[in-house]
């Protein structure tokens, strides 16, 4: 017999509505007092829609991709720590078969990195030798993944030797196209975006959100607000660039420089996306260099940003989920929350110990 859940506290349905209670029957959230309620199992605290990690790579490891075995690991970390969500943005394994495990996380695929050969790290992406086969490659991913296209916009130019620098991957009229024939296929198209020099292109072909935005000036944020263009800030990642930076040493002098300066500004940087009123979504970047299970740790950052704990909650959970269209704390839907001890909204620190997690109506 399926379990029955009563969920008290304090039920955070957005940033307008908290109820006192909410009913699991059948692995679906109701709110109507089920017959057999003398057998539920009580959950009391508050109460969140799951969190969603909208940057994360399930299958990918440092050197590329990794087996089925070590990308469940993957996967259940993040289930762990709360992240009920994933939206893959890009794997070079084929995970659909996490979409049909019920003990993992719920998954929205955005395909392979759309890249060129040296110009990315090596076996993350699918690599095109012509730049004008990034329009077809687009829709080929959209039709491959989720409703997602993930397009890296720029990356160290290593040819150039000793002045190598970020430069931007696509010409500005393919890189429309490109975003042109996502969207006719239906899907949305997101960018890998250091440097500033990528994000005109960008704005100007109509991408749908921008990973890392580290090199966005002020117009670009206004702009990116004025058109409801998400961006995930990626502290955790933008963290290591003193590293990368030290790693690239005198040889690439001018990327290092540039590394360390956007390292240097990271928190001004992303308090500055949030006061400009840009839609923020919250990424671990998980996989590759960043251990799964991260989503608490990337939130604490964000918070130490300046960004107030409220937002960052909501971004992460039920303002994510409108954002991918998938449903949250309401009758009918699947029951993927989260239970915490104490507000998370007074203290960020609180989603790093969450006291019980939901998944279909299991309690994980």
């Known amino acids: 017999m399926t379990e029955v859940l009563h969920l008290t506290g304090t039920i955070v349905v957005d940033d307008a509505t908290e109820l ?6 059948d692995g679906r959230l109701t709110f ?5 309620a003398g057998r539920a199992r009580i959950l009391t605290g508050w109460v969140l829609p799951g969190l969603v990690d909208v940057h994360c790579h399930i299958g990918l490891g440092a050197a590329g991709e990794v087996d089925q075995a070590e990308a469940e690991v ?12 994933v939206r893959d943005a890009g794997s070079p394994m084929d995970n659909r078969w996490v979409q049909q495990r019920p003990d993992m996380p719920r998954l929205i695929r955005a395909g392979h990195h759309l890249a060129r050969p040296k110009r990315y790290l090596r076996h ?9 086969d990034l329009p077809r490659a687009a829709a080929e991913e959209a039709a491959y993944g989720d409703g997602w296209v993930k397009i890296v916009a720029d990356w160290i130019d290593r040819a150039e030797g000793a002045v190598s620098d970020l430069r931007p991957l696509w010409p500005a009229e393919v890189l429309r196209d490109a975003v042109a024939a996502a969207h006719d296929a239906g899907a949305r198209v997101t960018a890998h975006a250091f440097a500033r020099e990528s994000i005109d292109p960008l704005l100007d072909a109509g991408i749908d959100g921008i990973e890392h935005g580290t090199g966005m000036d002020a117009d670009h944020l206004a702009e990116a607000a004025r058109r409801g263009i998400a ?4 502290l955790l990642q933008v963290g290591r660039f003193a590293a990368i930076a030290d790693q690239a ?3 690439y002098p001018v990327y290092a420089d540039r590394m360390r300066r ?18 923020l979504l919250m990424g671990s970047d998980a996989g590759g260099t960043i251990s799964h299970g991260s989503l608490p740790a990337e939130l604490a950052e964000v918070a130490r940003a300046g960004v107030p704990a409220p937002d960052v909650v909501a971004a992460a959970s039920w303002r994510a989920r409108r954002y991918l269209g998938a449903a949250g704390i309401e009758e009918g839907a699947s029951a993927d929350v989260v239970v915490y ?14 006291a019980a997690v939901v998944l279909r109506g299991e309690i994980v």
């Open 20 to 25: 006192d209670e909410a009913w699991v029957v």
């Open 32 to 36: 109507r007092r089920p017959d057999d």
């Open 74 to 85: 993957q996967g259940k970390a993040d289930r762990d720590a709360g992240t009920l969500l």
């Open 124 to 132: 993350y992406g699918r690599e095109l030798d012509d730049v004008a």
């Open 231 to 234: 961006v995930t800030p990626t």
């Open 249 to 251: 040493g005198t040889k």
């Open 262 to 279: 956007m390292h240097a500004r990271r928190y001004d940087q992303v308090l500055a996306m949030h006061d400009a009123g840009v839609p």
């Open 341 to 354: 001890d104490a507000d998370p909204r007074d203290d960020v620190s609180v989603i790093a110990r969450p």
